[in-house]
């Protein structure tokens, strides 16, 4: 069942499915619920699964231009969902840009946390500067900054596949899609006008692809730093992870350095960047056996 949620400079699109303890699931790029729809499900039958898209993603409009996106203002975002839903305290998973959330929730908030999964946080500012990682990042950047904003989502896209297609991986198999993108938005924006029906999932995110691409990644990935003294003081049990086909990618070492240096375990997840749409039975049962282990 789908709600609203009134936060400070934006309406937040909330759903809700099944019961038992909270489970709240945060999306990366595109912030959009629609992510986790294969594993809901799944979880929903031993959790209260709640899913929202982040502020300004989707169907979560600002209602000021000009608001926040930063992941400490987002993790406020997060504690006023649970509150939504009466839930004083839930298990977390967060993946990507919503790992970093999760993150923050671990610092700011970890009294509401029954337990955090701090799925591939893109933290590459942990990084040295001339690393592989960092300067993959950087690129998709400055492809965006210079007005590619479909070629620099093509980019990011592949960079999420553990075996991206070539097309993905060059400059010209970039503008072809970007070029595809441009004319299927304008098409869906025609049919919308005359079947006044609401967007669909696809659409949804490459519509927020201006969001992730020119505010959400520099702000997540460079200017953002961890607050390591926050989070090795945090009361909450907590973990990060990684996936068993993400080794080189640019949120996979940040992770293990993270775990490193702050001696939190770091566990393993089936596929690569975003395994509940990989393999969402096997997720499910991973992601519930990691949220037991916190109650041992």
């Known amino acids: ?58 169907r979560s409009p600002f209602t000021d231009p000009d608001a926040p996106i930063d992941p400490a203002t987002q993790a406020d975002d997060a504690a006023a969902v649970l509150d939504h839903y009466g839930l004083e305290r839930a298990y977390v998973f967060g993946n990507s840009g919503g790992a970093i959330m999760a993150l923050e929730m671990v610092a700011r908030h970890p009294g509401r946390l029954l337990g955090a999964v701090v799925h591939e946080p893109p933290l590459v500012q942990l990084l040295p500067a001339d690393s592989a990682e960092r300067r993959e990042i950087e690129h998709i950047g400055r492809l965006a900054r210079d007005g590619h904003l479909m070629r620099a989502y093509a980019a990011f896209g592949a960079m999420t596949l553990p075996d991206p297609p070539r097309m993905f991986l060059s400059p010209t198999g970039q503008a072809v899609i970007a070029a595809g993108t441009h004319l299927m938005l304008a098409a869906g924006g025609l049919a919308r006008k005359v079947t006044r029906r609401e967007p669909d999932v696809m659409t949804r995110q490459l519509r927020n692809a201006e969001l992730t691409m020119t505010r959400e990644l520099p702000v997540f990935c460079f200017d953002y730093q961890p607050d390591l003294a926050a989070l090795a003081a945090s009361t909450a049990p907590w973990c990060l992870a990684t996936g068993r086909d993400s080794v080189g990618k640019p949120y996979y070492a940040p992770a293990h350095l993270l775990s490193k240096r702050l001696g939190v375990p770091c566990q393993e997840f089936p596929g690569g960047h975003v395994p509940y749409m990989q393999h969402p039975e096997e997720f499910t049962a991973t992601l519930t056996t990691i949220l037991e282990g916190f109650e041992a």
């Open 1 to 58: 069942m789908s709600d609203t949620v009134v936060v400070p400079g934006a309406r937040l699109h909330v759903e809700g499915a099944g019961d038992g303890p909270g489970l709240l699931l945060v999306s990366g790029g595109g912030g959009d619920a629609a992510a986790y729809a294969d594993v809901v499900p799944l979880l929903a039958k031993t959790f209260t699964v709640v899913t929202y898209d982040r502020r300004g993603n989707s």
